[in-house]
């Protein structure tokens, strides 16, 4: 039971490349969370899925898009790169709306 | 809207003395409350939450909180801090009617913990 891992851990890229974040959950959750960690600002939510098949926005969306074709995979994409996404972005998934939110250990975006 | 404020960004204790980390939050509903904890390079692990009930949360590794409704605090303590509390807490809300756990996070407090 690994829980909920992210691909890749660490990746550089140069403004205008595009990428996908890959987050997966083995625990048959239904809903999942994608954040952005910014220093001196929290964590902040940027989109989340109430189950396969559905997104939504959060908090700070643009620049970002995902997709949730199985169950326990949830991407975040990004089609144009720029600097102000420098970020570490963390995934977490729970069963239910009382449960805990189980995240994974973060990528850690450089945009150059 | 939901909003939580973390008073004091940096904490710093000496072995064995009382951690303290303050988090006062903002609800126009009845609030669910949560504190998590993020060591370096690593995603966050949840310590305690406060759904309803009893207000006096306890947690793991010795830390517990204590729901205050009139102060609109959640404040993490715990009697005697160890050198593995090093870390960066996070204090959140989400509100009881949104459908799903939209979580609010407080900018973090980073305990220091000196010998």
């Known amino acids: 039971n690994a829980g909920v891992t992210q691909t890749p851990k660490f990746r550089v890229l140069k403004t205008g490349q595009s990428m996908t974040l890959l987050c997966a959950q083995d625990?048959?959750?239904?809903?999942m969370y994608w954040y952005r960690q910014d220093p001196g600002m929290g964590l902040r939510l940027i989109h989340y899925?109430?189950?396969?098949?559905?997104?939504a926005k959060g908090e700070v969306p643009d620049g970002y898009n995902v997709s949730r074709l199985k169950k326990q995979n949830f991407l975040l994409g990004l089609e144009s790169a720029a600097p102000s996404q420098t970020s570490v972005y963390f995934c977490?998934?729970?069963?239910?709306?009382?449960?805990?939110?189980?995240f994974g250990p973060g990528t850690r975006l450089l945009v150059l | 809207a939901q909003s939580v404020t973390q008073l004091g960004s940096h904490v710093s204790v000496s072995e064995g003395a009382l951690v303290l980390l303050r988090c006062n939050y903002s609800?126009?509903?009845?609030?669910?409350l949560f504190w998590y904890v993020q060591y370096p390079n690593q995603g966050l692990q949840l310590l305690l939450k406060?759904?309803?009930?009893?207000?006096l949360v306890k947690g793991i590794n010795g830390f517990e909180a204590e729901f205050k409704k009139s102060e609109t605090s959640f404040h993490l303590t715990k009697p005697s801090a160890h050198m593995s509390d090093a870390a960066e807490y996070f204090c959140?809300?989400?509100?009881?009617?949104?459908?799903?756990?939209?979580?609010?996070f407080g900018t973090g407090t980073r305990l220091l913990v000196s010998p």
């Open positions: 977490a998934s729970n069963q239910g709306f009382q449960e805990t939110q189980y």
């Open positions: 625990m048959n959750h239904e809903y």
């Open positions: 899925s109430v189950g396969e098949g559905t997104t």
């Open positions: 609800s126009s509903v009845p609030p669910y």
């Open positions: 406060y759904t309803t009930g009893a207000t």
């Open positions: 959140a809300v989400s509100a009881v009617n949104t459908g799903f756990q939209k979580l609010v």
